[in-house]
T-cell receptor, first 115, second 115 residues
């Protein structure tokens, strides 16, 4: 089975610019997550979707971050405007809770550097 | 709220020696527990998980972990380290109660294997 696809792999932008990341989850996985992993720390959940509805966005900085999941499949995470502290790896994951497997699959991530 | 504490941000062992990575969790409900490994510039790969049933869980690459409810621990072990085990390891917890299956991660432990 194909894994979770993310693009781009790397992105360098200047502060105050905008950036968008894309994620395609495993086919059939209804739940999709975006995590932020700052260097030296564990991943932190930004937003969780169930199909195309938001389940949890309590840690999403909504003044600059936005995310959507069109038709319950692909998802896009946007930052506008970016700050230096947004430099991190952004990981997308999907899960198959519906099958009782409790398995999460992570993409390779997008490494964002804000200069 | 759930939380995870990984004792030791860096662990160094000799090739062939025992690997022990410590994880303690806090959860108000029976937890689901996970160990992930992350190689440089890659996403997270599941090593093993505990949901219910047998408390000693075996995973990939010879790793295993034991869920000890009384100690709120889920330590990861491997009898004999291999050079290829050098990576960063993350312990994670979810409440698995439905509707809130997000993973909460520890800060990670970087494992170095010396020849």
């Amino acid at each position: 089975e194909a894994g979770v696809a993310q693009s781009p792999r790397y992105k360098i932008i200047e502060k105050r610019q905008s950036v968008a990341f894309w994620c395609n989850p495993i086919s059939g996985h209804a739940t999709l997550y975006w995590y932020q992993q700052i260097l030296g720390q564990g991943p932190k959940l930004l937003i969780q979707f169930q199909n195309n509805g938001v389940v949890d966005d309590s840690q999403l900085p909504k003044d600059r971050f936005s995310a959507e999941r069109l038709k319950g499949v692909d998802s896009t995470l946007k930052i506008q405007p970016a700050k230096l502290e947004d430099s991190a790896v952004y990981l997308c994951a999907s899960s198959s809770y519906e099958t009782g497997d409790y398995g999460y699959t992570f993409g390779s991530g997008t490494r964002l550097t804000v200069v | 709220a759930q939380s995870v504490t990984q004792l030791g941000s860096h662990v160094s062992v000799s090739e062939g020696a025992l690997v022990l990575l410590r994880c303690n969790y806090s959860s108000s409900v029976p937890p689901y527990l996970f160990w992930y490994v992350q190689y440089p510039n890659q996403g997270l790969q599941l090593l093993l998980k505990y949901t219910t049933g047998a408390t000693l869980v075996k995973g990939i690459n010879g790793f295993e972990a034991e869920f000890k409810k009384s100690e709120t621990s889920f330590h990861l072990t491997k009898p004999s380290a291999h050079m290829s085990d050098a990576a960063e390891y993350f312990c994670a917890v979810s409440d698995g109660q439905g509707g809130s299956e997000k993973l909460v991660f520890g800060k990670g432990t970087k494992l170095t294997v010396n020849p």
